[in-house]
């Protein structure tokens, strides 16, 4: 771990390069920051963070700028507080005047993005309106224990064990499985793990039962889902120092029309359940080694349904792009809840 003179460096030279775009050396941050340290001990601070890994010295005679493992640090440990703007809500808010048409909502949260940030805005969404339910069966094992077996309407069957805190009878089986299947059959899968979901339902089911179901619909639609990738203002990575190289340009410009590298990349968030950060060689994706995405989820109630994030050059203002990522995707998340969740 740093102690406190390097964490402080480190902070003012990721910080002065963000504003800067410029290798930053020990004389600049001696006589900008007044920091009560000489020049020669922050410069052998430096060097020593250099050899760490922290930061990088792009050329003998140059200043140093923050390596991948400076800026994850920084992240980490020394971001100030989240910075937003009033413009920033009114964005968010803005947000809620749009209809529910799945596509043109997502895709307009792309844009609000892109256009605030001026990086690329990305939303993934599962297209889950097509999948419907054929039959719901169960197996009963003695022993109070049930196998749920989920039947949808491509073809795809899963199974789910699931232990009854009280017994039921083979009649009792019978009658909820065909009450469950003349309210649920032939209705979409999203539609009837809504529904179930609900805290309060007119449907007497076991509890145990009702969330071996809602597993087992989860598992289908995010197995079954066709992914839909959105992604807005490609063109504004063009205005940052970092992409001014056209060969550069073109690779990163080839995999941003690699629609399942980005879904891949938001699914990522989605299996996190929450706001996620990664920076140059973390992505794990070469052409995106200049970049760093920040991405959260959304959510319909309680359930995880997609996720949305920005890609942008990794001198980024983490402050401002991590609370307003976090506040697009919770302004979204009330406004789906809204709409659906009754």
Known sequence: MLDERKKIILKITVKDYIESAQPVSSRILAKKYLLGWSPATIRNEMADLEEEGYLIQPHTSAGRIPSDRGYRFYVDFLLDNYELYDEDIEVANSIIFYSIDWEGLLRKVAELISERTAFIGVVLFPQLDKTTLKKIEFIDLKEDAVVIIVTTSTGVVKEKIVRLSN???????????????????????????????????????????????????????????????????????????????????????????????????????YLRKGLTILIGEEISIPELNDCSIITTVYSLGENTIGSIGMIGPKRMKYERSLAFVELIGKTLSERLTQLLGD
């Open 167 to 269: 017994s039921m009878s083979e009649e009792e089986f019978k009658d909820l499985r065909i009450e469950l299947n003349s309210r649920f059959e032939n209705r979409k899968l999203q539609e009837i793990y809504w529904t179930l979901s609900k805290e309060k339902i007119d449907l007497k089911i076991p509890i145990e039962i009702k969330n071996g179901i809602l597993d087992v619909l989860q598992d289908l639609l995010y197995t079954e889902r066709e992914e839909g990738v959105f992604v807005a203002g490609v063109s504004k990575i063009l205005q940052h120092l970092e992409f001014q190289n056209i060969n550069k340009v073109k690779t990163l410009l080839n995999v941003l029309e690699e629609e399942k590298i980005i879904s891949s990349l938001l699914f990522t968030s």
